[in-house]
Structure formats: structure tokens, C-alpha cells
């Protein structure tokens, strides 16, 4: 990788480091198809494993006293179940299927029942969250949208579901990082150097991003996350679809 290659790549680092800073998500959306565009799928994951995890865990210290405990550990549960069902086949998709997954994914929630409600603070609901989450973590990279339409839907305020939540993708892209780094025999391997810059990125980012968090209302928030959120899943749509049709249109 060039050193012009390295910058850019840690200036995009930046950037969603401070975005996902800021609304807990839609930074790693952004990163992942960025990564999936430049390197094999299992590099792109491991690499954007070690970013987000950088940029969680940073958030989750900044903001430890936000966090509420138990959606976290409901949330684990949920993830060990999807470990080991997909530990078990070691699927990896190619780059247009995930892009598409990808940018379906934020859209799961919203064809819930009218009825329901999405509750963070429900240990059932945590727990199937976490496992259909952990399961676009391994498939797509990412599952913020989704886990941040849950968040969404309960009474915890901009700064509970940014800490909470970062708690939870900090677990997810940790286990992912162990799912492509050596239970997917795939090349999954990363330059430390890379790694190292990597997570001074998503540090810097992060910590860049805690004032513009601490001056919105979480009306702002919940307005700007949702949009923020639609726009670029429905951008992966259509992109993930491109890929899949212009080899026949080629043809």
C-alpha cells in the first residue's frame, strides 16, 4: 500500500471515527464499503475490526458513565449463539452481496409490526438483537443501523445509546476481528503498521467528535441519525447492485 494510499485511508479514518463519535454509527458504514473497495473482503474486515474497535472502546471511556450494563450483556449472549452457528460454515461473501446486505440491513427493523416497539432495556429483545447483529457483523462488517434503530426505540438519551452502543460494537467487531483473523482461514492477516495507524485514526476521530455530541438535543439526534442512516444504506443498495449486473452488462 502506497504511503499516499496510507494517508487518505487514515484521514477516512478520521472522519468516521468523529461521524460514528457523534451519532454511534454510520462512520464504520462508510469505512467498510471504503475498505471493501480497496482489499479482499476478509483483510477489509479485519482492518475495519481494528478501527472500530479503537473507536468504540475510546467512546465507551469517554462516555463510561452513560453506559447501562445490562442491554450489553443481553447483547452478548445473543452474539455467542450467532459465533457459533456461523463458526460452524465459515461463509464469506463476495463484495457485491455484501454491499447489498449491507445497505438492506438499516431497513430490517422497519418492516417490523406497527405494534411492536423496540426496547434496549428488554433482555429477550437484546439477545435476538445481538445474534441477528452478530451475524451482520460477520457477513456485512457492520450492523450499527440495525442495532441503532433498537437503541432508538427505547428511553435511553443520546448519550446512554452512544456509550451503551459502544459498548456493544466494541464485543461485536472484537469477535469479528477473532472470526476472520483465525477461524476463516482466508488471508485475514494485517500489516501491524497499518493496525497501529489504524487505531491513533479512530482514536483521534472519536475524541474530536465529543463536543459536537455534547451540544446537539437528542431531538437532533435521533433526526440526523435516521437520515444520515438512509441515505447511505440506500446508496450501498445501489451500488452492491451495480457490481452484481455490470459483469453481464460487460458480457
Not at 35 to 58: D, I
Not at 183 to 205: E, K, N, R, W, Y
Request: glycine share 12%; proline share 5%; hydrophobic share 55%.
Amino acid at each position: 500500500m502506497s504511503p499516499l494510499l496510507v494517508a487518505l485511508l487514515c484521514l477516512t479514518m478520521i472522519a468516521t471515527s468523529f461521524l460514528s463519535g457523534i451519532f454511534g454509527m454510520a462512520g464504520g458504514m462508510i469505512l467498510i464499503g471504503v475498505l471493501l473497495a480497496m482489499l479482499p473482503l476478509p483483510q477489509a474486515m479485519v482492518l475495519h475490526a481494528v478501527t472500530q474497535m479503537a473507536s468504540n472502546g475510546w467512546r465507551g471511556l469517554l462516555w463510561f458513565r452513560y453506559i447501562r450494563w445490562h442491554p450489553i450483556a443481553a447483547y452478548m449472549s445473543g452474539c455467542f449463539v450467532a459465533l457459533a452457528i456461523w463458526s460452524m460454515t465459515q461463509y464469506v461473501p463476495d463484495a457485491p452481496t455484501a454491499l447489498l446486505m449491507l445497505g438492506v440491513t438499516p431497513f430490517l427493523a422497519r418492516l417490523l409490526p406497527s405494534g411492536f416497539k423496540a426496547n434496549p432495556e428488554s433482555a429477550i429483545q437484546g439477545t435476538i438483537y445481538g445474534a441477528i447483529c452478530m451475524s451482520l457483523l460477520l457477513l456485512t462488517g457492520v450492523a450499527g443501523p440495525l442495532l441503532d434503530t433498537f437503541f432508538l426505540g427505547g428511553k435511553l438519551d443520546r448519550r446512554e445509546i452512544v456509550a451503551t452502543k459502544a459498548g456493544c460494537q466494541l464485543f461485536g467487531h472484537t469477535v469479528k476481528l477473532a472470526y476472520f483473523g483465525n477461524i476463516v482461514d482466508q488471508g485475514g492477516s494485517l500489516d501491524p503498521v497499518i493496525a497501529g495507524l489504524a487505531i491513533a485514526a479512530a482514536m483521534l476521530g472519536t475524541t474530536l467528535s465529543g463536543r459536537a455530541l455534547g451540544a446537539m438535543s437528542d431531538g437532533q439526534y435521533r433526526l440526523w441519525a435516521n437520515r444520515i442512516v438512509t441515505t447511505i444504506a440506500l446508496y450501498y443498495v445501489g451500488h452492491g447492485s451495480f457490481l452484481l449486473v455490470a459483469p453481464r452488462l460487460g458480457a
